[in-house]
Structures are given as C-alpha cells and as structure tokens.
C-alpha cells in the first residue's frame, strides 16, 4: 500500500523511537491530540505521556529544553506547530544549539521539525519557508526532504545524527504524494542531493514541493524536445556541491528553483558557487527563479501570483534554452 | 578563653567542636571558594585586563560570591549546573582549575573552549558545567531541559540554574519556569539580584517588589534570601534541592544582592549612587564570613591568613601557567563546527 510523505515521517520518527529509548518527541498539541497535521497520531497511546510530550505554547522552550535533554544524552524530536514559529525560538536554535559543539565541545543531538511552504492559502504565518534563515549559521544542519521515501530515510538519519538537525516537510507534500516504501529500516544520508530525474539539456536544481513543479515543467518540456535535469538537494546545509556541479557540468544550462524568497535564497548562494567553480562550463546565465521578496499573501489569486509554477519555469527553461 | 589555652588544647577542641558542629568545615570550604573567586576575579579585572593580557571583557562577581558558593555547595556531582556570568565560584567547586580560568580569558588552548569562546561562557559537559551563552537568560529552558532529562531517566538528580535579575524580563526565563512547572522538573531556580542589569536599575527592569514575586505566578515556590549570607543560600538551596529531588517541581530562590563593581571591567559603574557602594561594602559576604567563623571560634586570624595565602599561591601558579599556554593555532578554526564525518561504511 502506498505511504503518503506525512506517514513516512511519522513511521521514521516512531521507528528510531522504538529503536532508541533515547529518542522523544515534544511539542504543542503532539500528544492527546497527535499534532496539527497528525503527524504523531497514536504515539501517546504507543510510547506514554514519558516520550510524547504535550507542551505550553512555548518554542523557545520546546527549543530550550530540547537543547537541555540532548546535552543529556536524549535525542529529542521537537516540532514546531508550523515552521513560521521557529522565529520564536530563533535564540535557542542560532546561538545556543548551533554554538555548543564549537564553543566547548557539547554534542547537540536533537532535531526540530515542522511544517513550512505555502499553497494551502495559510496566510503570512503558516505557509512560510524559512530555510535560509538557518543555512546561514554554522553548526546548524537543514533538510528539506520531497518524496516519501527520501522524508522516511532522512527524518531517521537526522535523529541519528549527533548534531542539530532542523527538518522542513511541506505541508502541500504531506498527504498529496504517496509512493510505495521499503517497510522496517533505512535511512538516507544527510548531506547528498539527488538526480531526480535525469535529462542532458538543462538542470533545474530544487528541493521539497518544488521538485514537483519543476516535474511538471520537465514532462511538457521533453514533448518540446528539450530533456531537464532535475536535482533535488534534499539537504540544504551541508549543500551538496558536487552533485550539483556535476550536473552543471553535463547540462551547461541551470536553473536554480526554491519557494523561499529571492533575496537571500539559498538560490543565491548556488549560483555564486556556480560561477565560482563551474564557470566555463555554462553556455547561459544561471537563472532564479523563486518567490519575490514579499510576505506569503493569503488571498488565492495573490498567493498562485506568488508561488512559482511549472509555466514560470517553462518561461524561462525555453528563453534558457534559445540562449 | 580560646585565646589563653594552649595550643595544643586549642586544636583538640576545636577538633571536638568540628564533630559537634558540621558548620565549622562547611564554613572553611565557603571562605576558600569565596576568597579563591574573589581573588582570581581581582587578578583578571584589576591586573591582568590592565595589562591588557586579556583579549576580550572581564565580568565579575564581586560582591556576589556567596551567592554561587552557597548554592553551589549543595550540589552533587551528578546534577547539572548552569552558571551564568557572576558565578565563577561554581566553576571551581565542580572542579575547574583557576588556570582554566585565567587560559579562558586570555584565549589561550588551556582555557575551557580553547580559544572558541571568552569570559564567563565555559562550560564542561564531564563536569556536568553548562556554557551559558550572551543572551542572559537563554540557559533557563535548557536547564529546564537537563531537568526533563533527569525525569526522564527517573534518577534523583536536579538542574540548577543560575541568573541575574535582568533575566528575569526575558522571554525565555519565562518560558523555561513555566515548562518546568507545568511538568514538575527538578530544577533549582537561582537569582542573583544585584540590582542592576549593566546599567538598568532594578525599578526600570520590573514592576514588582521582587523576582521571588515572580513564583506564585507559575505556582512554584519562591523565598528570599540575603545573598550576602552564604550560610542563608546553602540553606536555602538545600530546602530547594530536597523539593527538586523529590518530585515537587521548581524552586525559586532570590539573593537579594549588591554588584559592587560595573558591569565588565570597562565600566567603572558611575551611574551608581555613591551611598549604595558604601552600604553594601559593609555587608560584603566574605568579611561577614570571616566574622562568624571568627566569633564562632570555627577559625583563627592564622587559620584565615594561611587559607589567603594558599589562594595566593595558587592563583599566581595559575596565572603563569596561563600565560604559558599557547594561543589556538589558526587551523583550529574550523574544527567542531560539525562533528567531524564518521569513517566510511558506518552510519
């Protein structure tokens, strides 16, 4: 039967709990409830208030006290009712979790999960992504995972990891993609991207729901003839350069594709890379193309204006493609 | 009558008084971490940052010291303790060498984060010493975590943690208190009211009489203490400890204090009343100590003077250890943002 991307966190976070008795989630409205999008449905019933823990409407405590248990040798899963709310505990996650290690050598643990991205018409706080705010600061891991498998593989290899992990899910990907997976136990490693989909003409270099327009471009592109690329990074810090160029190098042509916004979007910081280290091998400039730099409006029509989608990528695949 | 007997008798019945009265060795270890503070903090503020020997700023917790010395003579081993930036005592009762100290400030390899980190921001996961970090008050829910973790794992330790009173207007020390209240945590609360917050008055921090007023707000229990007392803090945190340990949840305790210096050693404090110096500069907590254990006939004026000059010796020993030590070579730059990749073929 197929699993869809929410039940495939669900089964790698229940998984590593069972595997682990170190391993604990907490959060708000997680337990009796089973979470905003249910994605710890059952686990009171299965685990105990002990390892489910139901908590005040605190981030930076959940954060906080997250850091604390790890330091203890827990592996804490905290969630973020949405993403957007992390800014509550921007404190505890930038300058507390990612500096230990550096600072004096404490081991941090733990991984924070939520769901981010918009398309679900959530407004201004519940549909952002807030990715980059966290690729920029050292210490810090970010994963973005887009299919099933890839969220089942990697939600485990983060909990397993031994520094803090910070785990964005779209929202939009949750019970909309269902694929079969290997039942019992796999991980994905953190840290490598993915060819999603091979091609020789383009590249587009994605992650989370935008693997799935730049999907829908490619299918309509192959019918014109031109055969894309699609990279999915999977994991945004540490990036992984490699698979990146590599394709770059093959396609010569590349597009780099995210729903966070321009400005200071990972985007950015792969096309300075780009120019740095793989320069003579493109025949175009490198394109962004991304959310522009405003809040995410709730309004349907203002939200569709804002979300990049398969025709803003075919735009600019076949301009790409004349240059 | 002391005074006349000889000496000989003199120790055999302070020996007898020592079985009789737990107070007497208790009283020494306090006046030696206190003094021992006091004067690694005067080296590093009034010498060694002079000198211009230390890289960064020099936060001390003069004035303070029985605050983190009282408290942190109840601790165990096996609790974990949060320091924050007046509590350098603590450091030393759980075991750090005042050579780390003075190797911490100077950025030198020897000091507790070799370099990474200055001042006051050390921590020693063996020695169960977490770092604090700048933004005061951020350490709360963490504690409140280490908390939940010794819940976690049923075991009978407790998380202190320890704080100023600027703190207490942050979000997270809020947040942290009520977490570990709504979940019953065993975590000691510690505040050292100084009365300022670098240059902030308290009656510019807070609206009410006292932090302690901030307990029932989270249905903890929360008392005053003078934290010029060191006797009072142990007591206190005693009473702390046994409800932490015993299931009861948080515990509250504010040391009504004095910060006898500025906020760092670059700030000479002159927007402190000048009358508020003096007054507190009677009540300073070592002298007071040394009062009692002197009334007491727990001590001698020789026993006195040869604990100062033990510190006196080990705090120079330590300084030249420090300078001794090399700064980080600059290829430790990169080392432990990440923990370093696992050979391939393991997980």
Same mark, same amino acid.
């Given at each position: ?19 682990? *008795?170190? $391993? ?6 997680? &337990? /009796?409830? %089973? =979470?905003? +999008? ?70 941090? *643990?733990? $991984? ?6 918009? &398309? /679900?018409? %959530? =407004?201004? +706080? ?198 | ?347």
């Amino acid at each position: 039967m197929p699993t869809t991307f929410v039940e495939a966190i669900r089964q790698g976070i229940w998984e590593e709990m069972e595997r682990d *008795p170190n $391993v604990f989630v907490i959060g708000e409205d997680i &337990g /009796v409830y %089973g =979470g905003a +999008f249910k994605l710890t449905a059952g686990m009171l019933d299965h685990f105990g208030e002990r390892r489910v823990i139901d908590t005040p409407l605190s981030e930076a405590a959940i954060v906080g006290a997250a850091i604390g248990a790890s330091l203890m040798g827990l592996r804490p899963v905290a969630e973020m009712q949405f993403s957007d709310f992390i800014a509550c505990a921007f404190d505890q996650v930038v300058n507390f979790a990612a500096k230990c290690r550096y600072r004096w050598g404490a081991p941090v *643990p733990m $991984v924070i999960r939520g769901p981010s991205g918009g &398309g /679900v018409h %959530g =407004g201004p +706080f519940h549909s952002q992504n807030p990715e980059a705010w966290f690729v920029h600061t050292p210490g810090l891991k970010v994963v973005a995972p887009a299919t099933a498998y890839d969220a089942k593989g990697l939600i485990k290899s983060a909990i397993r990891d031994n520094d803090p992990v910070l785990f964005f899910e779209h929202k939009a990907l949750y019970r909309r993609i269902k694929e079969e997976i290997p039942a019992g136990d796999y991980t994905v490693p953190l840290g490598k991207a993915r060819v999603f989909r091979p091609g020789k003409d383009l590249s587009i270099v994605t992650y989370g729901a935008m693997v799935y327009v730049a999907l829908e471009a490619a299918e309509t592109l192959e019918k014109e003839g031109l055969s894309a690329e699609i990279i999915d990074l999977r994991t945004l810090l540490p990036l992984d350069e490699e698979t990146v160029l590599g394709s770059v190098q093959k396609t010569s042509r590349v597009i780099l594709l995210h729903e966070d916004t321009l400005t200071g979007g990972i985007g950015g910081e792969i096309a300075a890379r780009i120019a740095e280290r793989a320069f003579q091998y493109l025949d175009a400039p490198v394109v962004r193309i991304a959310a522009p730099d405003a809040p995410v409006p709730y309004s349907p029509p203002l939200e569709e204006a804002f979300l990049p989608n398969a025709a803003k990528v075919l735009e600019k695949a076949r301009w790409l493609c004349r240059c | 009558m002391a005074a006349v007997e000889p000496l000989g008798l003199a120790r055999a019945s302070r020996a007898v008084a020592e079985r009789a009265d737990p107070n007497v060795e208790l009283a020494r270890q306090f006046l030696y971490y206190m003094s021992l503070m006091r004067e690694v903090e005067d080296r590093l503020e009034r010498k060694l940052y002079r000198q211009g020997k230390i890289a960064g700023g020099v936060y001390s917790g003069r004035g303070q010291e029985a605050i983190c010395v009282g408290a942190g003579l109840v601790t165990e081993p096996d609790d974990m303790v949060f320091p924050s930036h007046r509590d350098l005592g603590l450091y030393f009762i759980r075991g750090v060498h005042p050579r780390q100290v003075f190797a911490q400030y100077m950025g030198r390899v020897g000091g507790l984060t070799r370099g990474k980190d200055g001042n006051m921001h050390m921590g020693d996961l063996r020695l169960k010493i977490v770092a604090i970090i700048s933004s005061i008050g951020a350490s709360v829910p963490v504690a409140a975590g280490a908390a939940l973790a010794i819940k976690y794992k049923g075991t009978r330790e407790a998380a202190f943690v320890f704080f100023g009173d600027g703190a207490t207007s942050r979000g997270d020390w809020h947040e942290g208190v009520n977490l570990a209240a709504v979940q019953r945590l065993p975590l000691v609360l510690i505040c050292n009211n100084n009365q300022y917050a670098y240059s902030t008055p308290l009656d510019k921090q807070m609206a009410c009489a006292n932090v302690a007023d901030r307990g029932p707000a989270y249905g903890i229990p929360a008392e005053i203490v003078d934290g010029n007392d060191v006797f009072a803090v142990y007591e206190a945190t005693r009473r702390a400890a046994e409800h932490a340990r015993a299931g009861l949840g948080p515990y509250l305790i504010e040391c009504k204090t004095f910060r006898m210096s500025g906020h760092s050693a670059h700030d000479p404090g002159d927007y402190v009343p000048k009358h508020l110096w003096e007054e507190w500069a009677h009540r300073d907590p070592i002298k007071r100590l040394k009062q009692r254990m002197m009334e007491n006939g727990w001590a001698g004026q020789a026993e006195l003077d040869q604990t100062q000059a033990r510190i006196l010796q080990e705090v120079d020993a330590a300084v030249k250890w420090a300078e001794n030590s090399p700064f980080p070579e600059a290829s430790a730059l990169l080392e432990n943002v990440y923990e370093p990749p696992a050979p391939a073929g393991e997980n």
